[in-house]
């Protein structure tokens, strides 16, 4: 199967390297990477150009933004710049931050799932990070969610979902309109992958309400948005934090922000989260 990566990618010349050496290594090596330099101010581009000179399926793109880093909209506004750059001659198209490492085998293993079904529409490994001198799971989602830091997505599921969001939440939405459409996620236990920086290392409070206004935008609902904010706040062991979500949540009700979702898809997306939480309770 033929896969392209598009990975957006600011100020990481620390790590960026080790990013591009680990996909150089694949088994199955990707047809093509796109490295978006986001409005870096450090050596990221000059890093990327070294690895474009030796390895021709690797390409670089500039992009100016502003600096401030507020998860979902930055991120996607950059992989779209790194997408417009691609034909469609992929069978999958991943995103990819610039902070991990992947093992070899990771892509051959994706391609493998990919084939084994067609109704597979996202699939994806787990993101580890180090503590205490060890490799331990970043443990911030269920075990069925594929991290934003590495999605996998076949063409037709991607299409059919209508590409990623640039929104908070794009990295929820993209797997509950899979769904929504009768496509299956798989997670892969085997497939463990180096997180380099924590998850959130650079949100401030700004992109804290962002995370509310996204439960509102996903068609949540309340009750739900207090349920997930406070499961979520507790695995980051942070409670305080609830209280920002649900703040989030009634600025963007109150000023009726725009949803990522259609009312039919809203409805899916409540009963869908409504029978996970009794299959946990039952």
């Given at each position: 199967m033929?896969?392209?990566?598009?990975?957006?990618?600011?100020?990481?010349?620390k790590?960026?390297?080790?990013?591009?050496?680990?996909l150089?290594?694949?088994t199955?090596?990707?047809?093509?990477?796109?490295v978006?330099?986001?409005n870096?101010?450090?050596?990221?581009?000059?890093?990327?150009?070294?690895?474009?000179?030796?390895y021709?399926?690797?390409?670089?793109?500039?992009?100016?933004s502003?600096?401030?880093?507020?998860?979902?909209?930055?991120?996607i506004?950059?992989?779209?710049?790194?997408?417009?750059?691609?034909?469609?001659?992929?069978?999958?198209?991943?995103?990819?931050?610039?902070?991990?490492?992947?093992?070899?085998?990771?892509?051959e293993?994706?391609?493998?799932?990919f084939?084994?079904?067609?109704?597979?529409?996202?699939?994806?490994?787990?993101?580890?990070?180090?503590?205490?001198?060890?490799w331990?799971l970043?443990?911030?989602?269920?075990?069925d969610?594929?991290?934003?830091?590495l999605?996998?997505?076949?063409?037709?599921c991607f299409?059919?979902?209508?590409?990623l969001?640039?929104?908070?939440?794009?990295?929820?939405?993209?797997?509950?309109?899979?769904?929504?459409?009768?496509?299956?996620?798989?997670?892969d236990?085997?497939?463990?992958?180096?997180?380099?920086?924590?998850?959130g290392a650079?949100?401030?409070?700004?992109?804290?309400?962002?995370?509310?206004?996204?439960?509102?935008?996903?068609?949540?609902?309340?009750?739900?948005?207090?349920?997930?904010?406070?499961?979520?706040a507790?695995?980051?062991?942070?409670?305080?934090?609830?209280?920002?979500?649900?703040k989030?949540?009634?600025?963007?009700?109150s000023?009726?922000?725009?949803?990522?979702?259609?009312?039919?898809?809203?409805?899916?997306?409540?009963?869908?989260?409504?029978?996970?939480?009794?299959?946990?309770?039952?």
């Amino acid at each position: 199967m033929n896969y392209y990566i598009v990975i957006p990618s600011h100020n990481e010349e620390k790590l960026i390297s080790l990013t591009l050496q680990s996909l150089v290594e694949q088994t199955v090596l990707p047809a093509k990477i796109v490295v978006v330099n986001d409005n870096s101010t450090d050596k990221t581009a000059e890093i990327v150009l070294s690895f474009a000179d030796k390895y021709p399926f690797i390409s670089l793109v500039n992009k100016t933004s502003d600096p401030i880093h507020l998860p979902g909209s930055k991120v996607i506004q950059a992989f779209q710049k790194g997408l417009e750059t691609l034909d469609e001659n992929y069978d999958f198209i991943v995103k990819a931050d610039s902070d991990l490492i992947f093992p070899s085998n990771y892509f051959e293993t994706i391609i493998q799932h990919f084939k084994s079904d067609e109704k597979i529409g996202m699939a994806g490994g787990f993101c580890l990070i180090e503590k205490n001198g060890e490799w331990v799971l970043e443990n911030l989602t269920d075990k069925d969610h594929i991290r934003g830091a590495l999605k996998a997505y076949r063409k037709e599921c991607f299409q059919q979902i209508g590409g990623l969001k640039p929104a908070m939440g794009w990295d929820t939405v993209d797997e509950l309109l899979s769904k929504f459409y009768g496509w299956k996620v798989v997670t892969d236990a085997s497939l463990k992958v180096k997180h380099l920086k924590p998850t959130g290392a650079n949100y401030n409070k700004t992109a804290r309400y962002k995370q509310g206004e996204a439960f509102y935008t996903l068609g949540y609902g309340f009750w739900i948005t207090a349920i997930a904010s406070a499961k979520l706040a507790m695995m980051k062991k942070k409670p305080l934090l609830f209280l920002d979500y649900i703040k989030g949540f009634l600025k963007a009700k109150s000023a009726k922000k725009t949803m990522l979702v259609t009312p039919e898809q809203a409805k899916f997306i409540r009963n869908y989260r409504l029978k996970k939480m009794k299959e946990k309770l039952f």
